[in-house]
C-alpha cells in the first residue's frame, strides 16, 4: 500500500472529463463481418463486389493477417479467402459469432456504448490521438485485433464468452478469462493506445516493457468509466488480492533475481504472459509484469503531477521509476 507523504501532487488524468455520450457521437461499428459472411455463404459477386467498394481498407489489412499478403484485387486471393472460411468448424463459428453480436443486440448496444464513451475520454485526455473506423471481422481464433492506419477491427470469434465450446478444444482457461464481450471495448480502446505510442523499447529489458505497459493500463484506467486493474486484465478477486498482498515480495524477487536491468528476453516475457506464473510462486496469476508496471506508473503521476500526453511522450523508463520513488 502506498503511503502519501506531504509534498506529493495529486494529480490524475481524470479532470473534467465526459460522463456521457451524445447521439450523434457514438461510434458506428462497420459490420464488415456481416457482409463478408453473405458472400462466404452464397459466392454471389454482386456481394463480393459491394465488398470491394465498401471496404478496401478491410481487405487489405485482412489479407496481410491472414495470408501475410496484399489482395491486390487478384481472383485468386478471394478465392483463398472463401476456402479458407468454409472450413466446416470456422464456418460454424463463423455463424454463431455473427448471430451472438447481431447489430441492435445488447452485445452491440453495450460495446458501441462504451467506446463512445472511452473514446469522447482518450481525446479530451490525448488530444492529439486520432480516432479511427470502427470494425468487426472474423479471423478464425487468431489475432484478436488487427490496425490500419485510419481503421481498427475485433475479430468477434475471440470473444464469445468463457464457456464457448469450441473454446474448450483450443484454449487455456487462463486464455478464455479474456474471451468475454466484456473484453472487447477494453481491447479496443487498448490497441488504439498502442497504435499510437507504439513500444520504442528494448524487449529483452524487463523494466522498459513494464513501465510502457504500465502505462497503457493506466491511461486505461482513466479513460473506460470504472474500468480497474483488475478488470482490464480480467483478474479474479483472488488474483489481484495475491498482486496486492504479494507486491513488496515480487518486487524484491525481481530486484534479487536481478531481472529488471538485465537484457534476457527469456526472462522479461515471462512476466508478460497470462499463465499462472509458476517461476516466482505455484499460487501466482500471470501478467505480473503489467501490475508492477501500473504501480510504479500509478505512483509517478501522483508524484509528478504529469498529464497523460506527459507521460507517454517520458520515453525514459529510468526515469519513470525514479521519479516515482516506488516501494512497495
Known amino acids: 500500500m502506498f503511503v502519501f507523504m506531504a509534498g506529493f501532487v495529486f494529480c490524475e488524468c481524470r479532470h473534467n472529463l465526459p460522463e456521457t455520450v451524445n447521439d450523434f457521437e457514438m461510434i458506428s461499428i462497420n459490420r464488415f463481418d456481416s457482409i463478408l459472411l453473405r458472400w462466404i455463404e452464397t459466392d454471389d459477386p454482386a456481394i463480393l463486389a459491394q465488398v470491394k467498394v465498401r471496404y478496401p481498407q478491410m481487405i487489405e489489412v485482412l489479407g496481410k493477417a491472414l495470408f501475410k499478403t496484399s489482395p491486390a484485387d487478384s481472383s485468386a486471393f ?74 481498427l477491427s475485433c475479430s468477434i470469434d475471440k470473444y464469445m464468452g468463457y464457456d464457448y465450446p469450441l473454446y474448450e478444444d483450443f484454449f487455456y482457461d487462463h486464455q478464455r478469462k479474456s474471451m468475454t464481450p466484456e473484453r472487447i471495448a477494453k481491447d479496443y480502446l487498448n490497441a488504439r493506445i498502442k497504435s499510437e505510442y507504439p513500444y520504442t523499447g528494448k524487449d529483452n529489458m524487463l523494466l522498459e516493457r513494464m513501465v510502457y505497459e504500465g502505462k497503457i493500463v493506466y491511461l486505461l484506467t482513466q ?36 531481472h529488471l536491468y538485465t537484457p534476457d528476453i527469456a526472462a522479461t516475457s515471462k512476466y508478460f504472459q497470462p499463465a499462472p506464473s509458476t517461476f516466482i510462486s505455484a499460487e501466482a496469476p500471470g501478467n505480473l509484469g503489467y501490475f508492477i508496471g501500473y504501480r510504479i506508473v500509478e505512483s509517478y503521476m501522483k508524484r509528478t503531477g504529469s498529464t497523460c500526453e506527459e507521460l507517454m511522450i517520458n520515453k525514459d523508463a529510468q526515469d519513470v521509476l525514479q521519479k516515482s520513488r516506488y516501494k512497495p
Not at 468487426?136 to 481464433?141: A, D, R, T, Y
Not at 488480492?241 to 504479494?246: A, F, L, P
Open 78 to 151: 478471394f478465392r483463398n479467402l472463401i476456402n479458407y472460411y468454409s472450413e466446416p468448424t470456422l464456418l460454424a463459428l463463423y455463424r454463431d459469432a455473427v448471430n451472438f453480436y447481431s447489430t441492435g443486440s445488447p452485445e452491440i448496444t453495450g460495446i458501441t456504448q462504451e467506446l463512445s464513451l472511452g473514446f469522447k475520454r482518450m481525446k479530451t485526455l490525448l488530444p492529439a490521438i486520432r480516432i479511427p473506423a470502427i470494425y468487426m471481422h472474423i479471423s478464425g481464433l487468431q489475432q484478436n485485433m488487427i490496425a490500419g492506419d485510419s481503421l
Open 223 to 258: 479513460i473506460g468509466k470504472n474500468y480497474t486493474f483488475q478488470n482490464i486484465m480480467s483478474l479474479t478477486g483472488d488474483e489481484y488480492q495475491w498482486c496486492r498482498k504479494y507486491e513488496s515480495v515480487l518486487w524484491s524477487t525481481i530486484i534479487e533475481r536481478k
